[in-house]
């Protein structure tokens, strides 16, 4: 959207229009005037005026990108995948799959995947690799399990592509 963002190592990112370089806004991660300051581990990504980061210390914060202003920000773990943004809503997999408010971090529905390999989103749908041989289907909007599907086979990925869901197994098909 027109914006550079540069990490300096210190705890501080800087938000640059592309354009002129003019400083947007910054943010300091942690406390640097006191030697707290943390440092950014990830620009994760940028979505409906929202930028989301990590630190080294594996905390994702909710900037608006508009003025750089926290909006709210929770712990995860180093192996948590970065968030997936869709009309609004924040999808995390984090000890369980959760859905919350992109506004304010509000946890609208949580489903536990603890042997969950993967999803993906299509069309207001999530769909869940479930130990490499169960595809889930739930409403995204509130987590209701709309159907599964046991597979004889095991499932390596799942990809959407132009509305169709394409399960890539293992053995090679």
């Known amino acids: 959207d027109g ?21 947007l806004w910054h943010f300091a991660v ?3 005037t006191n030697g707290n300051s943390l440092l950014l ?13 990590r630190t080294n210390n594996q905390i994702l914060y909710f900037l608006r990108s508009q003025d750089g ?8 773990d180093a192996t948590t995948p970065p968030p997936d943004i869709e009309n609004g809503i924040v999808y995390t997999s984090y000890r369980s799959l959760q859905a919350r408010r992109l506004n304010d971090g509000k946890l609208l529905w949580h489903y536990a995947m603890d042997n969950g390999q993967s999803y993906t ?3 207001g749908a999530i769909y869940i690799n479930i130990e490499n041989q169960i595809v889930l ?8 399990l709309l159907w599964q599907l046991q597979m004889h086979k095991e499932i390596g990925a799942l990809n959407e592509q ?3 869901l394409l399960l890539t197994m293992l053995d090679g098909t």
């Open 121 to 123: 989103f299509q069309h």
């Open 162 to 164: 132009n509305g169709m």
């Open 30 to 32: 942690g406390n640097p």
């Open 69 to 76: 202003s926290q909006l709210w920000h929770y712990a995860v």
């Open 3 to 23: 914006v550079v963002y540069v990490d300096t190592q210190t705890g501080i990112i800087y938000a640059l229009r592309a354009s002129d370089g003019k400083l």
């Open 137 to 144: 289907r739930l409403n995204a909007q509130n987590g209701g």
């Open 41 to 53: 581990d990830t620009l994760l990504s940028t979505a409906n005026g929202v930028t989301v980061i």
